[in-house]
């Protein structure tokens, strides 16, 4: 049987998004070898990728892990989050990144800010769908997604899925594959 990771990632080569149904804090090696599959190399301008998070905790934590990586890679990566500077965040993006790592709320504002341009888009990602759509970030999902040129998109369900979610998947994304994170 293929490691749910190898298969996580042939989906989103094939050009096809994907919903992986897995533990986020374990699984942040595989998320980090999605960004860099999407993401190789630095390039001006544009942010290539956004990745939103259920709160200022987690964005810091999954920006932390990348850190080191992305510095190898020479990519940027700005940390867009509640208890930030709105003013020092918005002018760090001006300046141009790779990756935005944030929660909706936040990134949400700065994208209505003009903050950045996601013309170059190439990942979206939601980590923990689930707890987004339930705290009631729905709209600034939806807001943000309706602006999305064509690019992959990774969600990420950490408890089962809900008929509400199914519904709200068809309509978010098309032609999505559900790959499940092994049981311990």
């Known amino acids: ?36 599959d999407c993401i190789p190399e630095p390039k001006e301008g544009s942010p290539r990728g956004i990745v939103i998070c259920i709160d200022d ?21 700005d ?43 190439k990942l979206f990602m939601l980590l923990d769908m689930n707890m987004i759509l339930r705290q009631g970030h ?7 997604s309706e602006s999305l040129p064509k690019c992959k998109k990774v969600l990420v369900e950490t408890v089962p899925r809900q008929q509400k979610i199914t519904d709200y998947l068809k309509e978010f994304m098309s032609g999505y594959k559900t790959v499940k994170e092994p049981a311990d």
Do not use: H, W
Not at 28 to 34: A, R
Not at 138 to 144: A, S, T
């Open 79 to 121: 940390l867009i989050i509640e208890k930030g500077q709105r003013v020092r965040q918005r002018n760090d993006l001006f300046f141009g990144t790779e990756l935005i790592v944030g929660t909706p709320k936040r990134i949400c504002e700065m994208y209505f800010q003009n903050g950045f341009n996601i013309g170059e888009l």
């Open 1 to 36: 049987m293929e490691d749910f990771g190898l298969a996580s990632r042939k989906i989103l080569k094939s050009g096809n998004s994907v919903v992986i149904q897995a533990k986020i804090e374990q699984n942040f090696q595989l998320f980090q070898d999605i960004i860099t």
């Open 57 to 77: 905790a987690t964005s810091r934590a999954f920006a932390d892990f990348l850190e080191n990586k992305f510095k190898e890679l020479d990519l940027t990566l």
């Open 138 to 144: 729905k709209g600034f999902v939806n807001r943000i």
